[in-house]
């Protein structure tokens, strides 16, 4: 099924026929005959996608848009609404009043078919990203926050074609447009574009000043190029070719315009282009953020034990296959309790943000650093002989201790170690042995160094 499309329309005739299209495209329908059947069905059954004819007895398709834009269906619900004979004033107030696309009748079925296939994996592409938004909050990933706030810059809206002069009476008006900034690409410069040039948040592709399969071919290249593959795309046709609109929708432009172009309408859906693109990189952006989250420690920046043990794993199979030592250090905080009871756990805190730091700026970019809990750290250290090993765990037990602690709000600073177990993995340390069993290893050598008096560095003997 393609998703669930509420019909709204007063002639009973017009619903069946409808119904019988796009239950041919596997949409599952809903139909309602009023504006308040609308409102009641949307409410109650959350359909997928509005499809609103203008000729209701009890109120306008476009105060009914407006309603269900701001009660009944989710932020993502695209809304059509159909005009029997429309006038660009028309078109205009539908689209400010919320609509995701406005279209005249009479209109091929594949044509509409199109324009909704293209609306729903617009909301299926933006639902997907908000329910992924969601878990991660609601897994404690992410703070709560203010929902969808857009950068306050410019958008910049690419124009591809040959020749700019031929486009121009097109872009009337959106030169001085406030909300983004007009340039000119041709197919030539498109993607000689460097990867450090501020990327367009749109792409005009405009048929009628290039070779319309030239165009199709920038639009599929577009959308698979890893530099502008979220970018918003419109295409402008012309008349002559608006066959090929329901292609170009299929192809993945987000919205197609026919010739003549009327410029506020172009700018009203270049608007709405760059909102919803504005969206998709915030959601983006959160969940990264989310991701991020789940793999790092809050309170030290380094990363944890969930992202730890299956690097370990990594380094250790490489290891194994280019015959080098792999260190694993298990080091340990020196009578932290002892810090916490007598100074209070903001002070402990301090403590473990600063060892932190220290250990992390005193070792090579290839090591890793882990906070596994508590005072535990684990450090990997990847290419890296016994001696080396020793040498640099001995290096760190100084870093740690030879330079006080400033503690917050205090007049005195305090001294602070570490102890270190070491244990090798790889090279011709013996057979293959698992993360789990080298950090035992380790783990093992740890208590020797505590018990030996702490402040100080034990390598396991792999013989024993």
Same mark, same amino acid.
């Given at each position: 099924?393609?998703?669930?499309?509420?019909?709204?329309?007063?002639?009973?005739?017009?619903?069946?026929?409808?119904?019988?299209?796009?239950?041919?495209?596997?949409?599952?329908?809903?139909?309602?005959?009023?504006?308040?059947?609308?409102?009641?069905?949307?409410?109650?059954?959350?359909?997928?996608?509005?499809?609103?004819?203008?000729?209701?007895?009890?109120?306008?398709?476009?105060?009914?848009?407006?309603?269900?834009?701001?009660?009944?269906?989710?932020?993502?619900?695209?809304?059509?609404?159909?005009?029997?004979?429309?006038?660009?004033?028309?078109?205009?107030?539908?689209?400010?009043?919320?609509?995701?696309?406005?279209?005249?009748?009479?209109?091929?079925?594949?044509? #509409?078919?199109?324009?909704?296939?293209?609306?729903?994996?617009?909301?299926?592409?933006?639902?997907?990203?908000?329910?992924?938004?969601?878990?991660?909050?609601?897994?404690?990933?992410?703070?709560?926050?203010?929902?969808?706030?857009?950068?306050?810059?410019?958008?910049?809206?690419?124009?591809?074609?040959?020749?700019?002069?031929?486009?121009?009476?097109?872009?009337?008006?959106?030169?001085?447009?406030?909300?983004?900034?007009?340039?000119?690409?041709?197919?030539?410069?498109?993607?000689?574009?460097?990867?450090?040039?501020?990327?367009?948040?749109?792409?005009?592709?405009?048929?009628?000043?290039?070779?319309?399969?030239?165009?199709?071919?920038?639009?599929?290249?577009?959308?698979?190029?890893?530099?502008?593959?979220?970018?918003?795309?419109?295409?402008?046709?012309?008349?002559?070719?608006?066959?090929?609109?329901?292609?170009?929708?299929?192809?993945?432009?987000?919205?197609?315009?026919?010739?003549?172009?009327?410029?506020?309408?172009?700018?009203?859906?270049?608007?709405?282009?760059?909102?919803?693109?504005?969206?998709?990189?915030?959601?983006?952006?959160?969940?990264?953020?989310?991701?991020?989250?789940?793999?790092?420690?809050?309170?030290?920046?380094?990363?944890?034990?969930?992202?730890?043990?299956?690097?370990?794993?990594?380094?250790?199979?490489?290891?194994?296959?280019?015959?080098?030592?792999?260190?694993?250090?298990?080091?340990?905080?020196?009578?932290?309790?002892?810090?916490?009871?007598?100074?209070?756990?903001?002070?402990?805190?301090?403590?473990?943000?600063?060892?932190?730091?220290?250990?992390?700026?005193?070792?090579?970019?290839?090591?890793?650093?882990?906070?596994?809990?508590?005072?535990?750290?684990?450090? #990997?250290?990847?290419?890296?002989?016994?001696?080396?090993?020793?040498?640099?765990?001995?290096?760190?037990?100084?870093?740690?201790?030879?330079?006080?602690?400033?503690?917050?709000?205090?007049?005195?600073?305090?001294?602070?170690?570490?102890?270190?177990?070491?244990?090798?993995?790889?090279?011709?340390?013996?057979?293959?042995?698992?993360?789990?069993?080298?950090?035992?290893?380790?783990?093992?050598?740890?208590?020797?160094?505590?018990?030996?008096?702490?402040?100080?560095?034990?390598? #396991?003997?792999?013989?024993?």
């Amino acid at each position: 099924m393609s998703g669930t499309a509420l019909i709204v329309d007063s002639v009973s005739t017009n619903r069946i026929i409808c119904k019988a299209k796009l239950t041919a495209a596997f949409y599952g329908v809903l139909h309602a005959e009023t504006g308040r059947a609308a409102l009641d069905i949307s409410a109650k059954q959350k359909p997928d996608i509005v499809m609103l004819k203008d000729n209701l007895p009890d109120i306008t398709a476009i105060k009914l848009c407006r309603q269900l834009k701001t009660a009944a269906t989710s932020d993502w619900t695209p809304v059509v609404i159909f005009f029997q004979s429309e006038t660009n004033s028309g078109r205009i107030k539908a689209l400010q009043a919320g609509a995701d696309d406005v279209l005249s009748q009479p209109m091929t079925s594949s044509l #509409i078919l199109a324009r909704l296939r293209s609306l729903m994996r617009a909301r299926e592409a933006a639902h997907e990203l908000d329910l992924r938004d969601e878990t991660a909050r609601a897994l404690g990933f992410a703070e709560t926050g203010p929902r969808f706030e857009h950068p306050a810059r410019h958008a910049i809206v690419a124009l591809i074609s040959n020749h700019y002069d031929n486009s121009k009476k097109t872009m009337v008006g959106l030169d001085n447009n406030a909300t983004f900034t007009l340039k000119h690409i041709t197919p030539e410069h498109l993607m000689t574009q460097s990867d450090k040039v501020t990327q367009p948040d749109v792409y005009i592709i405009d048929l009628s000043a290039l070779d319309p399969e030239r165009g199709m071919s920038l639009l599929i290249d577009l959308k698979s190029h890893t530099k502008t593959r979220l970018a918003a795309t419109v295409v402008l046709i012309p008349k002559e070719y608006q066959n090929l609109a329901a292609y170009v929708l299929d192809l993945g432009a987000n919205d197609v315009m026919i010739e003549p172009i009327n410029a506020h309408e172009l700018d009203i859906r270049l608007a709405r282009l760059i909102n919803r693109k504005r969206i998709g990189d915030q959601l983006r952006m959160n969940i990264r953020s989310g991701l991020q989250a789940a793999i790092t420690d809050p309170l030290t920046g380094l990363y944890n034990r969930r992202y730890a043990i299956p690097h370990m794993e990594r380094m250790l199979t490489q290891a194994h296959e280019n015959g080098r030592s792999c260190a694993i250090m298990v080091a340990d905080m020196d009578h932290l309790k002892q810090i916490n009871d007598q100074y209070g756990h903001a002070a402990g805190d301090t403590v473990l943000v600063e060892v932190s730091r220290r250990l992390n700026t005193n070792l090579r970019a290839v090591d890793l650093v882990a906070r596994m809990g508590g005072e535990e750290f684990l450090i #990997i250290m990847p290419e890296t002989k016994q001696c080396e090993a020793e040498t640099a765990g001995k290096r760190l037990c100084n870093v740690i201790h030879d330079t006080p602690i400033e503690l917050p709000n205090r007049k005195f600073k305090l001294s602070v170690s570490i102890s270190i177990g070491v244990a090798l993995g790889g090279g011709n340390n013996g057979p293959r042995q698992s993360a789990a069993q080298l950090l035992d290893l380790a783990d093992r050598a740890l208590y020797g160094s505590k018990s030996e008096g702490r402040n100080r560095v034990t390598l #396991i003997d792999h013989a024993a």
